[in-house]
């Protein structure tokens, strides 16, 4: 029975760095993801003033509650989504001139919602180049607080910013969220809070945040839960199987752990514990229709899986998908066609018909999510190759070594 470590969590890893600089005193992060994401928050902390001590297993952060270091500082976020959504709220929190900007990739990602919602606040804030999109100047004065409506229909990680501000604020905020997707994540954010010494309300569509910062603390990250699809995903696919994931089970923060259910509907055997998470292939997996709003994160492992499926696979309410890394929902519709496969698309679904994927060069789009998804189709499909496999450094860097012999043991167990 194969036991797969996975690595840290990047939503919890970048959680914790913000945290931790915006924390009372010095923070120990324990297990943290290591990738090119969360070193580009970590060396965007750094830009920032913020001492950042990193060991392979631990990091140290130096928290600073009035905000960075520096009165100037030019911070370049790479393609993270957390990173440029992130580390300009808390850089409003202090006093000084901020210039933040990205990848071509993360330049294309929108962020007006957020910085919308900023500027309401009374944060001085400018967009460079194209209104709602990096490049950007935060030209910061700390931030009042006060009363907020914002939109986080396209990216929860809007919401998670501003509640993050909350304590740093001189009065605290009270968010009105009109649309939410990803809901999940943020309850991580909120359990979060809670463990650095925050408090987070909420009445309905309402978040309430006091002021009065943050505790440093030690904090462990779980492994990452949408990492661990693909590995799930493995086991599902290929009958008698058996795949698991320590540190992931019913005490889990991450939602996207609810993946597993839906795998378990389609047939394969499933089982949570208290601090693990097992899926074994039954030889049977059947289509279904599931809405993945909560867990849109793991709709490309299941879209790269659902040609193996007895029935139509169809997955709805992703809209979301198509402003991540790519427009998630069309590339992998484009890449089963490649295969082979049948598939419609609609502006929040994608329909996948049963068939027998062929091999073919899948088309990246420089999206992490894209590779690791279809290496699993590559399971069950001889001649399946990547044009971009080096994007896996976003989030996995060794994903590649971790599957090929992942998949050497399951070879060996059929």
Same mark, same amino acid.
């Given at each position: 029975?194969?036991?797969?470590?996975?690595?840290?969590?990047?939503?919890?890893?970048?959680?914790?760095?913000?945290?931790?600089?915006?924390?009372?005193?010095?923070?120990?992060?324990?297990?943290?993801?290591?990738?090119d994401d969360t070193e580009g928050f970590?060396?965007?902390?750094?830009?920032?003033?913020?001492?950042?001590?990193?060991?392979?297993?631990?990091?140290?952060?130096?928290?600073?509650?009035?905000?960075?270091?520096?009165?100037?500082?030019?911070?370049?976020?790479?393609?993270?989504? $957390?990173? /440029?959504?992130?580390?300009?709220?808390? &850089?409003?929190? *202090? @006093?000084?001139?901020?210039? !933040?900007?990205?990848? %071509?990739?993360?330049?294309?990602?929108?962020?007006?919602?957020?910085?919308?919602?900023?500027?309401?606040?009374?944060?001085?804030?400018?967009?460079?180049?194209?209104?709602?999109?990096?490049?950007?100047?935060?030209?910061?004065?700390?931030?009042?607080?006060?009363?907020?409506?914002?939109?986080?229909?396209?990216?929860?990680q809007y919401l998670t910013a501003l509640l993050l501000l909350?304590?740093?604020?001189?009065?605290?905020?009270?968010?009105?969220?009109?649309?939410?997707?990803?809901?999940?994540?943020?309850?991580? $954010?909120? /359990?979060?809070?809670?463990?650095?010494? &925050?408090?987070? *309300? @909420?009445?309905?569509?309402? !978040?309430?945040?006091? %002021?009065?910062?943050?505790?440093?603390?030690?904090?462990?990250?779980?492994?990452?839960?949408?990492?661990?699809?693909?590995?799930?995903?493995?086991?599902?696919?290929?009958?008698?199987?058996?795949?698991?994931?320590?540190?992931?089970?019913?005490?889990?923060?991450?939602?996207?752990?609810?993946?597993?259910?839906?795998?378990?509907?389609?047939?394969?055997?499933?089982?949570?514990?208290?601090?693990?998470?097992?899926?074994?292939?039954?030889?049977?997996?059947?289509?279904?229709?599931?809405?993945?709003?909560?867990?849109?994160?793991?709709?490309?492992?299941?879209?790269?899986?659902?040609?193996?499926?007895?029935?139509?696979?169809?997955?709805?309410?992703?809209?979301?998908?198509?402003?991540?890394?790519?427009?998630?929902?069309?590339?992998?519709?484009?890449?089963?066609?490649?295969?082979?496969?049948?598939?419609?698309?609609?502006?929040?679904?994608?329909?996948?018909?049963?068939?027998?994927?062929?091999?073919?060069?899948?088309?990246?789009?420089?999206?992490?999510?894209?590779?690791?998804?279809?290496?699993?189709?590559?399971?069950?499909?001889?001649?399946?190759?990547?044009?971009?496999?080096?994007?896996?450094?976003?989030?996995?860097?060794?994903?590649?070594?971790?599957?090929?012999?992942?998949?050497?043991?399951?070879?060996?167990?059929?």
């Amino acid at each position: 029975m194969p036991v797969v470590t996975i690595p840290g969590s990047k939503s919890i890893t970048a959680r914790a760095l913000f945290l931790a600089a915006a924390a009372d005193g010095v923070t120990t992060l324990v297990r943290p993801l290591r990738s090119d994401d969360t070193e580009g928050f970590a060396e965007g902390l750094v830009r920032l003033g913020h001492r950042v001590g990193r060991t392979p297993d631990v990091w140290q952060v130096d928290g600073r509650p009035q905000g960075p270091a520096v009165s100037e500082a030019d911070v370049y976020c790479r393609d993270g989504a $957390t990173t /440029a959504r992130f580390l300009p709220t808390l &850089a409003a929190a *202090g @006093r000084g001139t901020y210039r !933040f900007d990205a990848s %071509p990739q993360m330049r294309r990602r929108p962020l007006l919602p957020l910085t919308r919602a900023l500027r309401d606040l009374g944060v001085d804030l400018r967009h460079e180049e194209a209104e709602g999109h990096h490049p950007l100047t935060v030209r910061a004065a700390g931030v009042e607080g006060g009363e907020v409506t914002l939109d986080a229909g396209q990216s929860s990680q809007y919401l998670t910013a501003l509640l993050l501000l909350g304590p740093l604020t001189r009065k605290g905020l009270r968010i009105h969220v009109t649309d939410l997707v990803s809901a999940p994540y943020v309850d991580i $954010t909120i /359990a979060m809070m809670r463990a650095f010494g &925050a408090e987070v *309300g @909420r009445e309905g569509n309402v !978040f309430v945040v006091p %002021p009065g910062g943050y505790r440093a603390t030690t904090y462990a990250i779980e492994p990452d839960a949408s990492t661990a699809s693909y590995f799930f995903a493995a086991a599902a696919v290929t009958p008698g199987a058996e795949v698991t994931v320590p540190g992931l089970g019913r005490g889990a923060l991450q939602g996207d752990l609810g993946f597993v259910e839906v795998l378990r509907r389609m047939g394969a055997e499933v089982s949570v514990g208290a601090d693990a998470t097992t899926v074994r292939g039954t030889g049977e997996l059947r289509g279904l229709t599931v809405a993945m709003r909560d867990i849109s994160d793991t709709m490309p492992t299941l879209a790269a899986i659902a040609p193996f499926a007895s029935g139509p696979v169809r997955i709805e309410d992703v809209a979301n998908t198509r402003v991540k890394e790519c427009d998630r929902l069309e590339a992998c519709a484009e890449n089963l066609r490649r295969l082979g496969g049948g598939v419609d698309t609609g502006p929040d679904w994608i329909e996948i018909r049963p068939g027998t994927p062929m091999g073919a060069e899948i088309r990246t789009y420089g999206d992490h999510r894209i590779v690791m998804s279809f290496a699993v189709t590559g399971l069950r499909t001889p001649g399946i190759s990547f044009d971009d496999p080096a994007c896996v450094r976003k989030t996995f860097p060794g994903f590649h070594e971790a599957f090929a012999e992942l998949r050497s043991v399951l070879g060996d167990d059929r």
